[in-house]
């Protein structure tokens, strides 16, 4: 594959990388990977051919025969060449981030490097940047597009959170707990319900509910639009069986009791 002093559409570069797996040049990885039936590793890369000169040669920054650079940020470790982006090579996470460093942090219970605004102000599920998005099923952990964390500590791809949110859905897709704060919602909703009564027939209709956002069970009034959580005030409830109908009223009246007829106590002599 050609190479140019601009790199590809993923990196800007001026070298193409040799696959230690087939032993041929590609740009970079995703380039590879997209053509071959196979996958590159990018830390067992260990030659590099110059996009300048077209000299092969040990993976380094600088041409060892043009001394054209070839990324002006490298990584021994990813073999990462770039533009510069801020990025710092995160060990425990074992890839490259873009920063700048400063301004993240590594969870190692999540084990994902966060921003420095979510530092013991964000829900830790272990090992969360290893599964894949439950939007798109694709890899978070080595993606080149940011995850977003949900307020339940699930991720999804910053883009994937977007798309979910222009499609009306608001909750994460793993959990079902709310993705974001929807208090202005469930008063909208309150309104709607109250400016839509049931019939007649339904009016005093219970169901019991489990609640998405607290996992509170309550029975609650039933309504088409939706039902309330009395815990939480939520409406992202799900119903636990079936209606449970008012107790019926016994339309029978009592008998009337019959009025005892007056005798006339007078006698006539």
């Known amino acids: 594959m050609a190479a140019t002093e601009v790199g590809c559409e993923h990196y800007v570069r001026s070298c193409l990388l040799k696959a230690p797996c087939c032993g041929k040049f590609y740009v970079c990885r995703l380039c590879h990977d997209g053509e071959e039936n196979h996958q590159m590793d990018r830390f067992k890369v260990r030659e590099v051919k110059c996009a300048a000169c077209n000299t092969i040669q040990e993976a380094q920054q600088t041409c060892k025969e043009c001394e054209v650079k070839f990324g002006e940020y490298y990584c021994n470790i990813c073999h990462l060449f770039d533009k510069d982006k801020k990025q710092y090579h995160c060990q425990p996470c074992g890839i490259c981030r873009i920063g700048p460093r400063e301004k993240y942090f590594h969870c190692t219970k999540c084990n994902l490097c966060l921003a420095t605004d979510l530092k013991d102000n964000h829900k830790c599920v272990e090992n969360v940047s290893r599964q894949n998005c439950p ?74 509910i489990i609640c998405n956002d607290c996992q509170a069970r309550c029975t609650v009034a039933f309504h088409v639009l939706g039902m309330k959580c009395s815990s939480c005030g939520s409406y992202n409830t799900a119903q636990d069986g079936g209606l449970i109908a008012p107790p019926a009223i016994d339309a029978r009246q009592p008998a009337e009791q019959p009025l005892e007829e007056e005798t006339d106590a007078q006698h006539h002599e």
Not at 174 to 193: G, K, P, V, Y
Not at 196 to 202: D, F, G, I, Q, R
Request: hydrophobic share 30%; with cysteine.
């Open 135 to 208: 939007v798109c099923m694709e890899d978070i952990h080595t993606s080149r597009i940011g995850a977003h964390v949900l307020s339940c500590g699930h991720l999804l791809h910053k883009t994937c959170f977007e798309d979910m949110c222009r499609t009306g859905a608001y909750r994460c897709p793993l959990c079902m707990h709310s993705a974001f704060n929807m208090e202005e919602f469930w008063e909208q909703r309150d309104m709607e319900i109250a400016q839509s009564p049931m019939p007649t027939e339904y009016q005093d209709t219970k169901v019991k």
